[in-house]
T-cell receptor, first 115, second 113 residues
Framework: DGGITQSPKYLFRKEGQNVTLSCEQNLNHDAMYWYRQDPGQGLRLIYYSQIVNDFQKGDIAEGYSVSREKKESFPLTVTSAQKNPTAFYLC??????????????FGPGTRLLVL | AQKVTQAQTEISVVEKEDVTLDCVYETRDTTYYLFWYKQPPSGELVFLIRRNSFDEQNEISGRYSWNFQKSTSSFNFTITASQVVDSAVYFCASMDSSYKLIFGSGTRLLVRP
C-alpha cells in the first residue's frame, strides 16, 4: 500500500541527547515536510524539502536539523539545542508544488517525550 | 500574512445532530487554497477537502458539506446526522502564494451516543 510511515511511534529523549525521527514515503512525492504539534494547538512547520539534496527552514527550525539524501526519506533530528522538544511530530508529503495545487498527506506521527 | 481562525475550541453534540465547524481565514492573495483535515485520536491527519479561491461552489460528500463564502472569508464545515466515529479534532488550513500550509488551532468535536 502507498503511504507515509513514521518511526518510532513513541520516542524518549534524555537531556542533552540528539534523537532522530524517521519519515519514509512510497507515494513518489517530490516534496516532504515536518510539522510540530503542541497540545491544543495547530501544526507549525519545522522544515520542508521540495527536491532531493535541498531543504528550507520553516517557522520554527531552531534546534532541529534535516537531510534529504533520497526522495523517499526525510529524517528529522531533534538536537540538544531544542529546549522544549516534547511534542507530537508529523511528517507530510506532496507532489511538486505547482502554483500551490498539491495537497499534503500526513504520516501517523511520532510522540517525543523528554525524560 | 496568512491566518486561520477556528473560534470553536470544543463542540459536544449528541449522535444524529447536525454540527457546523467554523473557519475564518485571512490572506492578501487573490489566489489561495483552503483545506480541512480530520485528526482522530490515533493522531494521523486525514485530508478531507481542498477548495480553490476561484471556485466558491459549495461541496457535499455524503454527510459532509462545505460552505465557502469569500464575502465573509469563511470556509465552514457541516456534518449532517453526526456519528460517534466523527469524534476528532478538525483543522482548517490555508495555502497562499508562499506555498506554506497555515493551520488553525483546531476544533475538538465530541459526538456522544
Amino acid at each position: 500500500d502507498g503511504g507515509i510511515t513514521q518511526s518510532p511511534k513513541y520516542l524518549f529523549r534524555k537531556e542533552g541527547q540528539n534523537v532522530t525521527l524517521s519519515c519514509e514515503q512510497n507515494l513518489n512525492h517530490d516534496a516532504m515536510y515536518w510539522y510540530r504539534q503542541d497540545p491544543g494547538q495547530g501544526l507549525r512547520l519545522i522544515y520542508y524539502s521540495q527536491i532531493v539534496n535541498d531543504f528550507q527552514k520553516g517557522d520554527i527550525a531552531e534546534g532541529y536539523s534535516v537531510s534529504r539524501e533520497k526522495k523517499e526519506s526525510f529524517p528529522l533530528t531533534v538536537t540538544s539545542a531544542q529546549k522544549n522538544p516534547t511534542a507530537f511530530y508529523l511528517c507530510a508529503s506532496s507532489g511538486v508544488l505547482l502554483q500551490g495545487l498539491e495537497t499534503q498527506y500526513f504520516g501517523p506521527g511520532t510522540r517525543l517525550l523528554v525524560l | 500574512a496568512q491566518k486561520v481562525t477556528q473560534a470553536q475550541t470544543e463542540i459536544s453534540v449528541v449522535e444524529k445532530e447536525d454540527v457546523t465547524l467554523d473557519c475564518v481565514y485571512e490572506t492578501r492573495d487573490t489566489t489561495y487554497y483552503l483545506f480541512w483535515y480530520k485528526q482522530p485520536p490515533s493522531g494521523e491527519l486525514v485530508f478531507l477537502i481542498r477548495r480553490n479561491s476561484f471556485d466558491e461552489q459549495n461541496e457535499i460528500s455524503g454527510r459532509y458539506s462545505w460552505n465557502f463564502q469569500k464575502s465573509t472569508s469563511s470556509f465552514n464545515f457541516t456534518i449532517t446526522a453526526s456519528q460517534v466515529v466523527d469524534s476528532a479534532v478538525y483543522f482548517c488550513a490555508s495555502m497562499d502564494s508562499s506555498y506554506k500550509l497555515i493551520f488553525g488551532s483546531g476544533t475538538r468535536l465530541l459526538v456522544r451516543p
